[in-house]
């Protein structure tokens, strides 16, 4: 099985002893791009391995969107939806329910009577697999736990300001320094590349890791490398030439040439992100292009920042800066200052309910909430029944 870079990634793989096939799509909810991501996943699996059955949550029963699909105007229809998908608003399956071109009775692909994946007939069915009674549960827990957000913020902002009292008063100005630029990162306020580049200057990443490629990458914008940039436009003449000499080309891939090639040009992309382009056309029209060491080295450092998958760089992320803040350390008080504030943050994000499936681990093996016990009860059962809920659905797919 493969999955196209740009729409996702297969995390895992299990094999069973059954010959039945089931896909685990991890959602990001109420963002954008992620969804939309959803809803070409689903349509990829579906025209690529036959798949039948979407299995949704936050529903219980079968999703019917043919009053959306019958709509006669399909480009205002996908206007109007497209303003709910940018407000987060509009899930990726149901997107894939409303506008997958392979609707019910649609003619199944020898690819799907082939596949695993694929059901005995040549509909795609929409199948809610919540436990509707947990489901409200849960969403009345998640209500009476927001209704504290203010008033619980408020007091761990006092904690915070006290701690940073303390830190100002122990801490080395460089160890300083980095906490502060990695809490404002982790806020918002401060952006990657600068947070990296400090914490390069006190500790390099290992060689190989995605922060060394990343950094790499950093150190190169706004520097000029004329020998690399003539190969890639050596590279890219043949391939204009290539494109230009074939009758019955498509215009479209010329015309997104053409714009490449001038967005590397004025420095809009740089030599990685254009080489990437042109190895891609390479690839699909057989041209067979030599290319370099330097060059295949570029391309490599490319791909692997378009691979950077988010969850696994900011778990490395946040690994790297431990360590330079370990270095950085000169006493217990130093780690026990930054062990109260990962506390604090562990439980701001629980008073918010936005706690990671590793943080709420960390949580229920480190419980030690003190006077915010009773404070956060509310938030500590919503994720509770949340597991539970979670197991619901493999219950339910096993079963139908």
Known sequence: MRVPEKIGRIEEVFQGKGEEAVLLIQDAHAIPDAQRNIQKLIEFFQTEYGVEKIAVEGASSELDPQIFRSFPDKKILKEVFEGYFAKGELTGTTAAAIFSAINRGGSASRRRRASPLAGGGNETIFQGIEDWALYEEG????????????????????EKEALERKKQEIYSKDLLEVDRAAAGWRKGENDLPGLLSLLG???????????????????????SEPELEREIK????????????????????????????????????NAG????????????????????????GVIRDAKRIRALEGVKFFKELESYIRSVK?????????????????????????????LSREEWNEIRANAEFGVWSLE????????????????????????D
């Open 201 to 223: 200057r006190i500790r390099e990443p290992e060689p190989e890791s995605e922060i060394a490629v990343l950094l790499r990458e950093l150190e190169k914008q706004g520097q």
């Open 376 to 399: 956060l009860e509310e938030h500590i059962e919503f994720f509770i029944k949340t597991r539970r809920r979670e197991r619901k659905p493999f219950l339910r797919i096993s079963q």
């Open 326 to 354: 370990e270095s950085l350390f000169r006493n217990d008080e130093e780690r026990r200052l930054d062990e109260e504030s990962h506390r604090l943050d562990l439980l701001e994000k629980l008073s918010r309910l936005e």
């Open 234 to 269: 050596k590279w890219a003449g043949h391939v204009m030439d290539w494109l230009q000499g074939r009758d019955g080309m498509d215009s479209s891939d010329l015309k997104a040439f053409n714009d490449q090639f001038q967005s590397f040009q004025i420095s809009e992309i």
């Open 273 to 296: 992100e254009f080489a990437l382009f042109l190895e891609e056309l390479d690839k699909r029209y057989g041209i067979g292009h030599e290319l370099t060491e330097r060059v295949a």
């Open 139 to 158: 969403l009345g827990g998640y209500l009476r736990a927001i209704e504290k957000e203010q008033e619980i913020g408020e007091k761990l902002a006092k």
